[in-house]
Structure formats: C-alpha cells, structure tokens
C-alpha cells in the first residue's frame, strides 16, 4: 500500500479522504501531526466516517484526553460538523452535556472537568444517555471514571506549537 502525506506525516493510504470508506480501516497507535485546524477538523472528520461504519448495537465512548487549551473541544466540534455541517456546536463546559442528532444517531458531547464527583452523572440520569445509536465524545472521561463506561477509543491531543497539534488515536475495544 503506497504512503501519503497527511497531516505533516507519512501514513498509509487510508489516511486519504474518502479512503477510510473503502478500505474499512483505520491506522490506530499512529501520531499523526496536524499543522492547523484545517488539517485537525480533516483528521476529525476521517475518524467519524470511520467510527460510522461500525455497528451501533451499543453506544460509543470516545474518550478525549489532553491539558487545557489541546483542541479537544475542536476534535469534537470537528468531528460533529463533519456529518451535521450545520451545527452550532458549543463546548457543554457549563453544561456537561450537549446533544446532536445525526439521522438515527444521536452525539452526546460531554465535558467532564467541573465534575467533582462521579456520581453526578448517575443524579443526571447517564443510563438514559447510553443506548443503542448514540455516540458518546467524552472531554475529561477519568473525572467521571467508574460511573461512565469506559471508552472503545482514546484520542489524544498533545501541542506542539501555537497551531500545531500531535493526535494519537487508539482503539481500546
């Protein structure tokens, strides 16, 4: 399989836009170094076309780790606009939780960093979240660790200049 530059490094072809589609896979444990948000939203958006082709039988956890200011909530925002292009997309900081719906799918973009106990997510009645067809992006998923599932896929988001970033997706299914 030939290799193509994508967000700044070699990676296989799959990588291409539109390619993930095809070929039913995706290079996990790979860094992949995005110079821009342009290049972020386009790796965002390859992820969801990926995680859309698996089955929905049980909801998606997707947890999103890095400090504060990483593009998480860009990730997120990215990978929503991705399929719902129209979207106001805002960071739940505030709220815990925002909803989109995407045809049979429902996204849940939660962000967990002022929870101060896990157990709030059982008093805001989280087993309604979790249900068949839903996709759960979680910002800050170790404040909520033990109460919300643990997630299929990490992805992390590390800095490495004012607008570059180095983004690792793993799949811990």
């Known amino acids: 399989m030939g290799k193509a ?3 700044g490094f070699l990676a296989d072809s799959i990588f291409q836009v539109g390619s993930i589609m095809h070929t039913g896979h995706f290079n996990f444990d790979t860094p992949i170094r995005c110079e821009g948000e342009q290049e972020t939203a386009r790796l965002a958006g ?3 076309d990926w995680l859309l082709t698996q089955p929905q039988l049980q909801p998606i956890v997707v947890s999103l ?4 200011g990483a593009g998480k909530s860009f990730f997120c925002r990215s990978m929503i606009q ?12 505030y709220t815990l939780v ?11 973009h939660w962000d967990l960093y002022r929870l101060c106990d896990a157990q709030e ?6 087993r309604d979240y979790l249900r068949p067809h839903t996709l759960h992006l979680v910002e800050w998923w170790e404040n909520g660790a ?4 643990p997630p299929h896929f990490q992805v992390s988001l590390i800095p490495c200049g004012a607008h570059c970033r180095d983004i690792l ?5």
């Not at 925002?98 to 849940?108: Q, W």
């Not at 997510?121 to 989280?126: A, D, R, V, W």
């Not at 997706?169 to 299914?173: M, P, T, Y």
């Open 169 to 173: 997706i793993r799949n811990l299914a």
């Open 121 to 126: 997510l059982e008093y805001m009645g989280l």
């Open 46 to 48: 390859q992820f969801m």
């Open 146 to 149: 033990g109460v919300m599932p």
């Open 98 to 108: 925002e909803p989109y719906a995407a045809g049979e799918l429902t996204i849940y």
């Open 65 to 68: 780790q890095g400090n504060l």
């Open 5 to 7: 530059k994508v967000c």
């Open 82 to 93: 991705s399929i719902v292009p129209a979207a106001r997309v805002k960071s739940p900081t």
